[in-house]
């Protein structure tokens, strides 16, 4: 649409998460500092959270992407106990009958554990928006890490939530679970520094590279309009974008800003802002 008029190859500010635009802000590199320690000090269960829009799918995926082990990626957790084992079963190449009784299936997926621990292999269970699940598949979880020789931890669990994972394992009745967690990270909004640099990031990893596409007041305008969530800072910066195109200017300005902002539920609008809008 406007990546020719602005010298892009491709969109820069899609809302696909795609690890080639992963970019290092303190909190995100922080997270992923911790998972990677952490994994390999072969810890149980690490749990990182976030608000809605914070990247932490794309930080999922770029765990997964970096893991040197044998991996089970679970990215919609609404299920059974049984739909969960049988699932793990399927990531780790177990073939088990879905008629197969729990009991089996776990027998079966305990019986690939040892295999991959006597190659010498680590194996990582990832489970994305982990608040959607059920206290009986919380369980279920939990009994999944029982497996272990006795030296050795078969299967590590990364946890990636909304902050209402935490209020979930918050009940007593999750106690034993909660205390297994050994590492655990927030995922922070990008401050004002890390906001722009996000945007030149993007627009350079997207074929630019000239001078800044954003004026400096167009960019303090999405800083305090997005609250730092990079969803809702790429939804801005790519309306913003759009607004430029149509107006056939070379830069986004304020006025585009502002448009792109007026345009957007759940963007922030100070009460100075009001009066622009």
Not at 44 to 66: A, D, P, Y
């Amino acid at each position: 649409m406007y990546e020719a008029h602005f010298g892009l190859r491709e969109a820069p500010f899609s809302l696909t998460p795609n690890t080639h635009y992963f970019m290092r802000a303190p909190s995100h590199a922080d997270a992923l500092e911790l998972l990677l320690v952490a994994l390999r000090e072969k810890e149980g269960f690490i749990k990182i959270t976030g608000e809605v829009g914070t990247g932490k799918t794309l930080l999922c995926r770029l765990l997964l992407n970096e893991l040197d082990a044998t991996t089970a990626w679970i990215p919609n957790p609404s299920l059974s106990p049984e739909s969960l084992y049988l699932a793990v079963a399927d990531e780790l190449g177990v073939s088990v009958d879905d008629a197969a009784n729990p009991h089996r299936v776990l027998k079966a997926i305990n019986e690939r554990l040892i295999e991959c621990a006597e190659a010498g292999q680590q194996v990582v269970l990832v489970i994305d928006e982990a608040q959607a699940m059920s206290f009986d598949t919380l369980e279920a979880l939990r009994l999944l890490t029982n497996l272990e020789t006795e030296t050795a931890r078969l299967l590590q669990v990364v946890l990636f939530g909304q902050p209402e994972l935490d209020s979930l394992l918050a009940q007593s009745s999750l106690r034993q679970l909660r205390q297994r967690i050994t590492f655990q990270y927030r995922l922070r909004p990008l401050d004002r520094d890390a906001t722009a640099q996000y945007i030149r990031h993007r627009l350079a990893q997207a074929g630019h590279n000239g001078g800044d596409l954003f004026d400096a007041r167009a960019l303090k305008l999405l800083t305090k309009a997005s609250g730092g969530i990079p969803r809702l800072l790429n939804i801005l910066a790519h309306k913003s974008l759009l607004s430029a195109w149509g107006a056939g200017q070379g830069k986004v300005l304020r006025q585009h800003a502002l448009q792109a902002i007026r345009d957007t539920e759940g963007a922030r609008r100070p009460g100075w802002m009001e009066r622009w809008l």
